[in-house]
């Protein structure tokens, strides 16, 4: 079978590139032919890029039809799987090919119009669909622009509606949780053509077991903006009386704004920003970690970090936002405080420190949750599968067994 991706960038970057790689390179070991239809390349793995797509087109700045015309003649794919893509021109080149269509909503860009769906002031998350709401009272038609000389860009809300018609077409929506399902279906799409495939993080370490000791570290991973609410995670530790030890990693532009506010709250020598560090050293402080704090105040479509951190029985305290509870049961394998209560999310932070064979038993039901839940292999069958379905509808004749 073959299947085209498309895709915003080529290289490493995020997550959503870490998942379009991973799955191409898996499908590609299944005897799939693998494809990809890209912007700009990020500087960053490419050369596993190439090897996961042995066929590639680089898209223009302008007027980039043409050239997904002239992929689609010259691969022929049997499905087309569409990661972030966002220009117009790309969307209805693709969507008038006729070919089979796929899309992975990795997060709120489809449908939102500052892409993460909650009130610039007050965080707090919004629940409608796309509509004139949008431009009053939210005022989402000006979001901030990174770098420039202006702060801020128009964004056309009848854009946005036309963007939302075009992947409306798309034979398959695929969503990471039940929350992303219902956003789609809140916004007008055909709940037949939706299904829920969670990105699985590779197993674990078998070996690797905290030691749950005295140290009683917090361990908090990820990027450091405002919706991922590090700012929110300091106020609520300096309410932890217990003694603590709090390692941040990660980066972003709202590293700085938090490192002031950890001063201010006496937390300095409690708190320590690491800044980014490569996936091989997490382990060294999942060795000792007690818990790990996921302090998202934004409506995150299910935030990965809580998979990954599971699969070393880890116990992880967050916020009900988003798409978290779908694998965050409450009680279960760590607990869930409301949004933005600080004192709640101290409250369990203090609970599990305090008792470490909960932790302990709450780590591993969140190990056995995972493993039983979301298994690699399963989900790399499950996406061949649907890529099958979706090409036999149009083109029974010319596919393969899937793997």
Partial sequence: MKLLYVHERFGALAGAEANACITATELGRCGHDLGILHGSPTGRGENTWNQAFPFRRELPGTDPAPVVREALGTFEPDAVYVHKMADMHVLEALVNSGRPLVR?????????????????????????????????????????????????????????????????????????????RDELLRNGFDPDRIEIHAPVPRPGDPSLRSSFSDRNLILYAGQIIRGKGVDVLLEALARVRTKFECVILGDGNHRPHCEALSRRLGLTDRVTFKGFVPQEELKDYYRECSVVALSSVWPEPIATIGLEVMRYALPVVAFD??????????????????????????????????????????????????????????YIRDLAEMFHQVAAARRPARLEAVC
């Fill in 104 to 180: 992975m909503v990795h997060d709120h860009d489809i449908y939102c119009m500052r892409s993460y769906k909650y009130a610039y002031f007050s965080r707090r998350i919004c629940t409608r669909p796309a509509s004139l709401h949008c431009l009053f009272p939210c005022l989402a038609s000006l979001v901030k622009r990174p770098g420039g000389r202006f702060p801020l860009r128009w964004v056309s809300y009848g854009a946005k509606r036309r963007e939302i018609a075009l992947n409306r077409r798309f034979d398959r929506m695929v969503v990471v949780t039940r929350y992303m």
């Fill in 321 to 378: 936002a988003g798409g978290i509870k779908d694998w965050l049961i409450d009680g279960h394998n760590g607990y869930l405080a409301p949004w933005m209560d600080r004192a709640a999310f101290a409250g369990r932070i203090e609970q599990l420190l305090q008792d470490k064979p909960l932790a302990r038993r709450m780590g591993e039901a969140g190990l056995e949750l995972v493993s039983e839940r979301y298994d690699f292999d399963g």
